[in-house]
C-alpha cells in the first residue's frame, strides 16, 4: 500500500471514537463478541415473544391458531421492513457515514430515517388497520379465521407508529456501534409483553379479555414504552437528534434508500412466500393451516435470529466499508454467517427429527399436527441454510448495494410460486409443496453466499 495512504488511514482511525475503532481495528472474534452478543440476546427475546404468542392463542384453539397463521405473515413483513429494510439502511447509512468521519451527515440521516418510518407507518395502518378484511379474504374463505385475524390487525397496524418509531429508533443506535441499548429495550419490554399477551388473550376473570387481538395490543403497548427509552437515549446522551438538523434532505434519504428500498423489496418476497404457500395450504383445510401456521412460525421466527448477527453485521461491514476495508469486511461477514449457519442447522436437524417437540406446546394429537410434523420433517434440515443465508443478506446492506441479494430472495419466490401451482395443478399430496419450501430456503443459503464475490464487495461504490 502506498506509505502516504497507510499513513492517512492510520491518523483516520486514530481519530475515531472506540466504538468505530473496535470495528475496524479490533480481532474479528471480538467484533463479533461484543456487537453481535448483545443483538442475539436482544433477539432471542423477540423469538420468546413470539413463541408464548402462539402458545396463548393455542390456547383459544385451532381456529384462532389458523387466525394467527393468517396475520402473522403482515405482522412479520411489517417488523422485517421496519428493523431490517429500512431500518437496515438506516444502520447502512449511520455506518458508512460514521466509518469515513462524517458527523454532520450521520445526524441528517438519523432524522431523515425516522420520516421515512413514519411514512412507512401509514401504509400499513390504511391498508391493514383500516381495511384487513379485504386484504384477509385474498388469503382465506373461512369467515371464522377472518374474523380472528381482523381483529388482531386492527390493533397491531392501527398502531403501526409505535412499531417503526421502535425498531428505527434501534437502527439508528446500531448503526453508532451500539447494540446494547437497543437489546436492553427489547429485553425488558420482551418480559412484559408476555405477561401482557397472556392476560390480555386469555383474560383475568371478566377483565381485558381480548382472545387472538391479546398478542397485538401487548406488542403495541410495548413498541411504545421501548420507543419512548431509546428517544430519550438518543435525545440526551448522544446528541444525535438536534433542531437544526431536524429537516429533510434529500441525499439523507436516497442514501437510506440505496439499501433500504431494496430491502423492503426483499422483505416483501420473505413474507409474500410464505401468504403464497399459506394461500396453497388453505385449500387443504382449516386443520392444514393451523398446522402449517406453527411449522411457519417457527421457519419466520429464523429471521429475527439471523437480524441479531445480521445487525451487527451490517454495522461492521458498513463502517469498514466506509473506511476502505473491504477484505476486512467479507471475513466479518463470512464469520458471522458461519455461526448461525451452525447453530440454526443443528436446530433444524432436530426439529426434523422430533417435531413433537415444538408440535406439542401448542396443540394435542390430532390432524393439525400431522400437518405441522411433516412440514418440520421436510423443510427443518434446511432451516440452517435460511437462517445463514439472511445473515449474510444484512451483512450486504453494510455495502450500499444491494440488487444482487434481493434477486436472490426473488427467485426463492419465484421457486416457490412455480412449485406451489404445479401441486394444485397435478393434485399432488401436500408434501410436495412442502418440497418447495425446502428448494428455496436452499437457494437463498447457497445465493447470499454467492453475492460475496459480486462487484459491491470488490470495490468503492
Known amino acids: 500500500m502506498n ?36 443483538n442475539v440476546a436482544g433477539v432471542s427475546m423477540m423469538t420468546a ?13 385451532n381456529q384462532a391458531l389458523a387466525s394467527l397463521a393468517l396475520v402473522f405473515p403482515f405482522q412479520a413483513l411489517m417488523q422485517m421492513m421496519a428493523g431490517g429494510a429500512i431500518g437496515g439502511g438506516i444502520t447502512s447509512a449511520v455506518a458508512r457515514a460514521k466509518g469515513s468521519g462524517n458527523p454532520a451527515s450521520v445526524q441528517k440521516i438519523a432524522f431523515n430515517g425516522l420520516i421515512i418510518g413514519a411514512i412507512m407507518s401509514l401504509f400499513y395502518t390504511i391498508i391493514l388497520g383500516f381495511f384487513p378484511s379485504e386484504i384477509f379474504h385474498l388469503v382465506s374463505n373461512s369467515k371464522d379465521v ?18 417503526w418509531l421502535f425498531f428505527i429508533l434501534s437502527s439508528i443506535l446500531r448503526g453508532l456501534g451500539d447494540t446494547y441499548t437497543p437489546a436492553k429495550a427489547i429485553i425488558i419490554a420482551g418480559f412484559l409483553q408476555i405477561m401482557m399477551s397472556g392476560l390480555f388473550t386469555l383474560g383475568f376473570g371478566n377483565i381485558l379479555d381480548l382472545g387472538v387481538a391479546g398478542p397485538a395490543a401487548a406488542m403495541i403497548t410495548c413498541h411504545a414504552l421501548a420507543a419512548f427509552f431509546l428517544l430519550r437515549k438518543i435525545i440526551g446522551s448522544n446528541s444525535i437528534l438536534r433542531f437544526q438538523d431536524c429537516a429533510a434532505d434529500w441525499s439523507s434519504i436516497i442514501k437510506i434508500l440505496r439499501v433500504g428500498g431494496l430491502g423492503l423489496v426483499n422483505s416483501t418476497t420473505i413474507a409474500l412466500t410464505v401468504v403464497i404457500v399459506t394461500s396453497f395450504v388453505g385449500g387443504f383445510g382449516v386443520d392444514a393451516l393451523a398446522g402449517y401456521g406453527l411449522g411457519s412460525r417457527l421457519e419466520l421466527m429464523l429471521v429475527p435470529i439471523s437480524f441479531g448477527i445480521g445487525a451487527a453485521l451490517t ?16 471475513a466479518i461477514a463470512k464469520s458471522g454467517a458461519l455461526i448461525t449457519l451452525s447453530i440454526t442447522g443443528i436446530f433444524g436437524v432436530i426439529v426434523a427429527l422430533m417435531p413433537w417437540l415444538w408440535t406439542d406446546l401448542f396443540v394435542g394429537p ?87 464475490y459480486s462487484s459491491p464487495w470488490k470495490k468503492a461504490l
Open 146 to 163: 377472518i374474523d380472528g385475524a381482523v381483529k388482531y390487525a386492527e390493533v397491531g397496524f392501527g398502531g403501526a407508529i409505535l412499531t
Open 366 to 452: 390430532g390432524i393439525a399436527t400431522f400437518f405441522a410434523s411433516s412440514y418440520l420433517s421436510i423443510v427443518g434440515p434446511f432451516y440452517g441454510f435460511f437462517a445463514g443465508g439472511m445473515t449474510l443478506y444484512f451483512a450486504s446492506q453494510g455495502t450500499g448495494s444491494m440488487i444482487f441479494p434481493v434477486l436472490v430472495n426473488i427467485a426463492r419466490l419465484l421457486i416457490v410460486l412455480i412449485i406451489c401451482t404445479l401441486v394444485i395443478e397435478f393434485q399432488l399430496e401436500i408434501k410436495w409443496l412442502f418440497y418447495g419450501v425446502s428448494l428455496g430456503l436452499l437457494v437463498t443459503g447457497l445465493g447470499q453466499f454467492l453475492c460475496l
Open 49 to 61: 415473544v413470539t413463541f408464548f404468542d402462539a402458545w396463548f392463542v393455542g390456547r383459544l384453539g
Open 315 to 330: 454495522a461492521a461491514v458498513g463502517t469498514n466499508i466506509g473506511a476502505n476495508q473491504y477484505d476486512r469486511a467479507r
Open 3 to 38: 506509505p502516504v495512504l497507510g499513513e492517512i488511514s492510520i491518523l483516520r482511525i486514530t481519530s475515531f471514537d472506540s466504538k468505530t475503532k473496535l470495528l475496524l481495528t479490533s480481532p474479528i472474534s471480538t467484533v463479533l463478541w461484543k456487537l453481535a452478543t448483545p
